[in-house]
């Protein structure tokens, strides 16, 4: 199964390579990437860039997406194998721009030994460089192409695996020869360390699982289910990532602990939840989702293998607006001292979930489209932006029409920034699924609310109830009856079935047991 990829359009006008400027950026890429330390920090690495690579490193923009702050983001919030899959490059967003290719190409995956992905890279920046050459309205003096492959780091990062491999391997029989437990449970884990960083996610969830049998306490069952959820989330298998989810949280060190726990199982519970999250998230459990992310602790929220604080923030803050009532939403939202500090680290998520509350939904929605060029740019949000935009409005149109008796759809149209032939559709579908008891008059205009008798509604309801319990009294009246009387039906023997019993058999088995 493909890695799950975030795609940013890693591009630039190509104007801006051309010229001198673009000659000096051709003559630094021929001369190939720098020498690079694989036990470089992340700052090292990113704050702290070589002479000379500013003039290489223009940041684009798509709308108000800033990739140089986005490839910032990924760089200090993320790290492990989750970090290269979050740059990632599509030629397809916009030909007509010329790939940033120094950036992408020199640095997250160069630290690991995932050849693969590097390799995979490159090929569609070329391919990108490919279809801007070909492009009709291209500029013949731009210039433009990739960065040449580095075959001597491939090479050199291939032998560094195997030989490294070879010796895990050779440690882990060693292990098994000794017979100790702790010794070949970190083996494992050692192993599953090396093909993650390898790519290698399956052959990696395998070590992982394999220690299972080798843990002598909670501490490291629960760390056998993070390597194993971690794994899987980057499968997307997360049906799996659920159900290691549980065995952790099963383990006494956190089920026995329902007081106050220390910070070690507060940052634990906190991963397990954001994992779960994750995983209702994908199955489309939304309201799951968001009761997971609100119980994650802010202060121990240390997960960037998978996702950041921010992360938790706009997950936790849409799936909420979209499923949540008020009272939910007051309560465990606005309300809560815990999500607060989340929603500070993304200020418009935060005024979303205000103006939602404070029914001012014009400018709710307006800030929801302002967003949602960079939501559908998130690996994990991507596919379900849609999906929660719609019932993030539903719900608006829902509660706005609540109160009332009946409502004036011009005005409504006027709240809601649309036409009023447009709210007429979204009205109309609303009255179909059954999520707003109302009819439309389309001549005039106006929404009215149906007329219900709640004075014959709670009738009904009673008579309904007392011919329910009437008939449970009349069933219960009868199995006591057929007990006392030792009333039974024998089923017709099966062909070939041993020890069939009798008839004088069966009645006396009936009668002791009664």
């Known amino acids: 199964m493909p890695l799950p990829v975030q795609v940013f359009n890693l591009q630039q006008p190509a104007s801006s390579v051309s010229g001198s400027g673009g000659a000096e950026s051709q003559e630094r890429m021929r001369a190939g990437p720098a020498p690079r330390a694989a036990a470089s920090s992340v700052a090292d690495v990113h704050c702290a860039a070589p002479s000379g690579r500013s003039e290489l490193f223009q940041p684009g923009t798509a709308g108000d997406f800033s990739l140089s702050a986005s490839l910032s983001a990924c760089t200090l919030l993320y790290e492990g194998a989750v970090e290269p899959m979050q740059i990632d490059v599509d030629p397809q967003e916009d030909p007509q721009n010329a790939p940033d290719v120094n950036y992408v190409v020199e640095n997250p995956t160069l630290r690991t030994f995932n050849v693969d992905m590097y390799e995979e890279i ?45 010796k895990l391997d050779t440690d882990l029989k060693n292990y098994k020869g000794n017979s100790i437990k702790e010794s070949i449970r970190r083996g494992h884990d050692d192993l599953g360390d090396h093909y993650l960083d390898c790519g290698d996610l399956s052959n990696a969830l395998k070590c992982y699982s394999r220690a299972r049998d080798y843990c002598t306490s909670a501490k490291h069952v629960i760390n056998m289910c993070l390597n194993v959820i971690k794994v899987s989330v980057y499968l997307q298998n997360w049906s799996h990532v659920l159900s290691y989810v549980s065995k952790a949280e099963s383990t006494p060190e956190i089920a026995e602990q329902r007081g106050e726990r220390d910070t070690q199982t507060q ?5 397990l939840k954001c994992a779960a999250g994750l995983a209702e998230l994908a199955a489309r459990k939304y309201k799951q989702a968001a009761k997971c992310f609100l119980l994650a602790s802010f202060d121990h929220c240390d997960f960037p293998e998978l996702l950041s604080p921010s992360n938790v923030a706009v997950y936790g803050g849409l799936c909420a607006l979209a499923t949540f009532d008020r009272q939910e939403l007051q309560r465990n939202v606005i309300s809560s001292s815990s999500f607060k500090l989340f929603l500070e680290l993304e200020p418009q998520v935060r005024d979303i979930i205000f103006k939602f509350y404070e029914s001012k939904y014009a400018s709710c929605l307006k800030m929801l489209d302002e967003m949602k060029d960079n939501l559908l740019l998130d690996m994990y949000l991507a596919p379900h932006v849609r999906t929660l935009y719609t019932q993030i409005r539903n719900r608006a149109l829902i509660q706005y029409f609540s109160p009332y008796v009946s409502a004036d759809m011009r005005k409504m149209a006027t709240a809601f920034n649309t036409t009023v032939a447009a709210l007429e559709d979204e009205l109309t579908q609303l009255i179909l699924e059954g999520l707003i008891n109302a009819r439309i008059d389309s001549h005039s205009k106006i929404l009215y609310a149906r007329d219900v008798d709640q004075r014959s509604t709670t009738f009904e309801k009673s008579l309904l109830m007392g011919k329910e319990f009437q008939r449970r009294a009349k069933a219960m009246i009868l199995r006591a009856a057929v007990l006392r009387n030792q009333i039974h039906v024998k089923s017709p023997p099966r062909e070939g079935s041993q020890g069939e019993l009798t008839p004088a058999n069966s009645q006396s088995r009936m009668s002791t047991n009664m």
Not at 267 to 271: N, Q, R
């Open 267 to 271: 940052a634990i519970l906190t991963k």
């Open 122 to 166: 490159h090929r569609k920046l070329s391919e990108a460089a490919r279809e801007l050459q070909n492009a009709p309205d291209a500029i013949p003096e731009s210039g433009v192409e990739p960065p040449p492959l580095d075959t001597a780091w491939v090479e050199a990062t291939r032998k560094k695996a195997l030989l490294k491999l070879e």
